[in-house]
């Protein structure tokens, strides 16, 4: 099994910035891909970027340009740097894992950006 652990979000100004991060215990060694989900009131849960474990990267259209993920694998750590925050971004933001054996959520984390 692999436990996801989210922090970093809050609630900031349209334009502002926020840094989330994701810590991984557990069964860490068979992590392959790790990203960023999020879900807003009423809507279904969508990508918002991915990184393999050779830190090759893909982001949502409607991200790219402002947020940038990044992987730290000495600490088991992935992180989502979001610049430019819009109120379109207000949602809840869900860690994600995946290994041969299964896919894993962290408890999420919410993030709201007020116009």
């Known amino acids: 099994q692999v436990q996801l652990g989210e922090s970093g979000g809050g609630l900031v100004q349209a334009g502002g910035s926020l840094r989330l991060s994701c810590a991984a215990s557990?069964?860490?060694?068979?992590?392959?891909?790790m990203g960023w989900y999020r879900q807003a009131p009423g809507k279904q849960r969508e990508l918002v970027a991915v990184?393999?474990?050779?830190?090759?990267?893909n982001y949502a259209d409607s991200v790219k340009g402002r947020f940038t993920i990044s992987r730290d694998n000495s600490k088991n750590t992935v992180y989502l740097e979001m610049n430019g925050l819009k109120p379109a971004d207000t949602a809840v933001y869900y860690c994600?894992?995946?290994?041969?054996?299964?896919?894993?959520w962290g408890q999420g984390t919410q993030v709201t950006v007020s116009s």
């Open positions: 994600n894992a995946e290994d041969s054996w299964g896919t894993y």
């Open positions: 557990g069964r860490i060694f068979s992590i392959n891909t």
């Open positions: 990184i393999t474990s050779g830190v090759s990267a």
